[in-house]
């Protein structure tokens, strides 16, 4: 049995994963959220914890007795914020494992004009981003990076991973298939630790994605 803990438990990816996970009788399921009530129909399914993710004490209730810590956290104000707290809250919890849930272009790793774009558009956010992963990779935990491309809805699986330092081509991938990518690491918590991930559908190479 593994005991994952889901912080940002109403995020589109989040749920998607949490419905692999629901599913799964080998895997114990807790959910943090600020708003228990959005995800209160999960009560018979989930753990429910109420809290915010910038406050590392309520963090440490949730991930008491946990085996790994999965972030789907976002909004660029607080993501350095909530990094700094995810980290203490896990040193004081005494867990180790983490997936942490990032994006695209925090290491310049988009070449072309999809970079170009990409590095436009999102702006500030690829800055917050990268100070967050920075603080990741520098805390010590057996962390995994996922930086997605840009997200659809697509009823899919269909992904390639790239490591840190390689370029990433493929302008879009589906929530889907980053929940399962999650989902796999969960089921195999060994596999990618210390690596930060890129996530994209193959034969998506393009200035931006085909549905902007």
């Known amino acids: 049995m593994v005991k994952v803990v889901v912080l940002g438990a109403h995020g589109q990816v989040a ?11 080998d895997v114990e399921t807790s959910l943090f959220l600020r708003n228990a009530k959005r995800m209160e129909d999960k009560k018979n399914q989930a753990t429910i914890f109420e809290g915010s ?42 867990v180790k494992r983490l997936i942490w849930i990032s994006t695209l272009g925090i290491y310049d790793e988009v070449p072309g004009k999809f970079g170009e774009w990409n590095k436009e558009t999102l702006g500030d956010y690829i800055t917050e981003y990268a100070k967050a992963a920075k603080r990741i990779e520098e805390s010590g935990l057996d962390y995994t990076i996922i930086r997605p491309t840009w997200m659809n809805n697509k009823d899919e699986i269909d992904y390639e991973k790239s490591k840190k330092g ?24 060994k596999e990618d630790v210390g690596e930060s991930i890129g996530l994209g559908k193959p034969g998506t190479e393009g200035d931006k994605p085909g549905w902007y």
């Open 15 to 25: 749920q998607i994963a949490e419905r692999f996970l629901f599913a799964d009788k």
């Open 53 to 94: 993710a910038t406050d590392a004490a309520q963090l440490e209730k949730a991930m008491k007795g946990q085996d790994i810590v999965y972030a789907n956290l976002g909004g660029k104000d607080d993501i350095d914020i909530e990094a700094e707290a995810v980290i203490e809250a896990m040193k004081n919890a005494r």
């Open 166 to 189: 390689e370029p990433i081509k493929d302008t879009e991938v589906s929530r889907k298939s980053v929940a399962a990518y999650v989902y796999h690491l969960i089921k195999n918590p």
